[in-house]
C-alpha cells in the first residue's frame, strides 16, 4: 500500500491518527468478511476500538496498525497537533483494558489476531510481528469463546520454565528478535511455543 500512502500530502501526525481510522475500518471489514458481527465505538477514547460478536460471545477488541516489523501495543496515546503530549502517559494494553489486539500490517496486508493475555505475558511495548507469527491471520481464534483462556496459567508457566526437558530452537521462528538487557529469553520463547501450539 505505500504506492499510495498519504498523496494528499497531510502532516505526519495527522496521518498517523487517519492512518489508525483507516486499520479499524480495514479490520471491521475483513472481521465482516470472516462472518462475524461488528460494533463500533461511540467514544474514541474507549480502551477498545470495536466489539466483535460470534455466536452471541462478545469480544473487545483493540486494533492497531503497522508499516514496519513492529508493533506498538500500547494504550492511551493519540497523534495530531492538538494532543499535549507531555500529558500522555502510554501504557501496555493488558486484559482489562481488552479482549483480543488485532494489529493490521499495511506492508504486507496480513493481520495477527493476538488474546491480550499474550501482550500482558510479554511485556514489551513494541512487539515483533516475527513474535506474533503464531497469531497471523488466526480469526478462527475467536470460536473458542475466550481467547484468554488460551494462556498459561502461573503454575504451568513456572513448571514450563522449570522443565529440563524443553528443547528450544532459537532460531526457527524467532530471528532477528532483538532482546533487552535483563529479559527473559526462554520465557518469551516458550510463551510463542505454547501459543503456537495452543492454535495449531
Given at each position: 500500500m505505500k504506492k499510495f500512502q498519504n498523496l494528499t500530502k497531510l502532516p505526519d501526525g495527522s496521518f498517523r491518527s487517519l492512518k489508525?481510522?483507516?486499520?479499524?475500518?480495514?479490520?471491521?471489514?475483513l472481521?465482516?468478511?470472516?462472518?462475524?458481527m461488528i460494533y463500533i465505538q461511540a467514544w474514541r477514547d474507549s480502551k477498545y476500538d470495536l466489539i466483535l460478536d460470534h455466536d452471541g460471545t462478545l469480544f473487545r477488541c483493540s486494533v492497531k496498525t503497522t508499516s514496519t516489523?513492529?508493533?506498538n501495543v500500547t494504550t492511551g496515546t493519540r497523534s495530531g497537533q492538538q494532543i499535549q503530549k507531555d500529558k500522555v502517559k502510554p501504557q501496555l494494553i493488558t486484559r482489562k483494558d481488552c479482549d483480543v489486539v488485532i494489529v493490521?500490517?499495511?506492508?504486507?496486508?496480513?493481520?495477527?489476531v493476538v488474546p491480550s493475555s499474550f501482550i500482558q505475558a510479554?511485556?514489551?511495548?513494541?512487539?515483533?510481528l516475527n513474535l506474533l507469527?503464531?497469531?497471523k491471520d488466526k480469526w478462527k481464534i475467536f470460536r473458542c469463546k475466550i481467547p484468554n483462556k488460551l494462556a498459561?496459567?502461573?503454575?504451568?508457566?513456572?513448571?514450563?520454565l522449570k522443565s529440563k526437558n524443553i528443547k528450544i530452537n532459537y532460531k526457527k521462528k524467532l530471528d532477528g528478535i532483538k532482546f533487552k538487557a535483563g529479559e527473559n529469553k526462554k520465557?518469551?520463547?516458550l510463551l510463542h511455543s505454547y501459543y503456537s501450539k495452543q492454535l495449531e
Open positions: 489508525g481510522y483507516a486499520g479499524e475500518s480495514i479490520i471491521s471489514g472481521a465482516m468478511y470472516a462472518g462475524y516489523s513492529s508493533v493490521y500490517s499495511f506492508n504486507t496486508n496480513s493481520t495477527y510479554v511485556k514489551r511495548d513494541n512487539i515483533s507469527e503464531p497469531f498459561p496459567t502461573q503454575v504451568q508457566m513456572r513448571n514450563l520465557r518469551i520463547h
